[in-house]
């Protein structure tokens, strides 16, 4: 029998109650799908085994029951396994408030496609500048306040420009999102394809059937200049797609998102890539000496 996890227990003052399972609805627009894959498999049976150990986070909904803020897959677990109701926290969120916190409670799994997290950082942005211009009504210092997506860059231990560049593929047709999600596009050129206007995007697609090729950086770059000078068509387009690929460039790009799974939430790039360091002389010299013997 494997370990049972320690229980989260709740701030003081809040008391977890058991909400059937028929009264729980999800968040709007809820990001993060919930599959039924290999992990919710696992989550399945430690609920089974010991319950519930982390309560979810629901809110009153004006219509009667309850919104989940954060317990999305603790709830398709219960159903699973059989059980009828959700251990939950129940709190009086207002809208920014709760989307913020759905965000945050899932973003730093490691099963997130990037159409999801894009849709996340879009609807936490939203949120925080709501926010923020609630609270600059009365502020005197609004010049010294951060752009939000700097601000939630650097709160997940990234720049906004990444921020930025993931909300940009919100942008993408939905042809495009599943092709970027299934990792037969790249995210980095997908950056470029989604400043393309929709019906180019179209043609885009048509195109990636009829070559039987996605776009490189550098064609996405092209394309993504064309477009904005208004020569981009099925001509120019074909012929970007249709030009032999220049070999890439002998290199390995590991995103700060890659990484920062490995590292304390504490870690600047800086440090990471110090500690990286470290561990990569250590290996080296590690092989060093097996050879010598």
């Not at 290199?251 to 939430?265: A, E, H, M, Q, S």
Request: glycine share 4%; aromatic share 4%; charged share 30%.
């Amino acid at each position: 029998m494997r370990e049972a996890p320690a229980p989260t227990h709740p701030p003081q003052g809040e008391m977890v109650v058991p909400i059937p399972l028929t009264e729980l609805h999800p968040f709007p627009n809820h990001p993060f799908k919930v599959r039924d894959d290999e992990a919710m498999k696992e989550t399945t049976e430690s609920v089974k085994e010991y319950g519930v150990l982390t309560p979810a986070i629901v809110r009153p909904r004006e219509k009667g029951c309850y919104e989940i803020v954060a317990g999305h897959r603790r709830k398709r677990a219960c159903e699973l396994a059989g059980l009828t109701a959700l251990p939950a926290l129940v709190r009086n969120l207002d809208d920014d408030t709760a989307t913020i916190l759905m965000v945050d409670s899932n973003i730093q799994r490691e099963s997130i496609l990037p159409s999801e997290r894009a849709q996340a950082y879009k609807m936490k942005l939203e949120a925080i500048k709501r926010r923020g211009a609630r609270t600059d009504l009365t502020s005197p210092n609004n010049s010294a306040k951060l752009r939000s997506d700097d601000e939630i860059g650097a709160a997940m231990g990234m720049s906004g420009d990444t921020v930025r560049n993931y909300i940009s593929l919100t942008q993408l047709v939905p042809e495009l999102q599943q092709m970027v999600d299934d990792k037969k596009i790249a995210v980095t050129p997908a950056y470029q394809i989604a400043a393309l206007k929709p019906e180019e995007q179209a043609l885009l697609v048509e195109t990636i059937e009829s070559e039987q090729a996605t776009p490189s950086v550098s064609q996405a770059q092209r394309m993504k200049k064309l477009s904005q000078s208004g020569e981009l068509n099925e001509d120019t387009m074909l012929s970007i797609m249709s030009a032999e690929k220049k070999p890439e460039v002998d290199k390995i790009v590991l995103t700060g998102d890659t990484l920062r799974k490995y590292f304390p939430r504490s870690y600047t790039p800086r440090k990471m890539e110090e500690t990286i360091i470290k561990l990569l002389e250590a290996w080296q010299k590690k092989r060093q000496r097996s050879q010598e013997r």
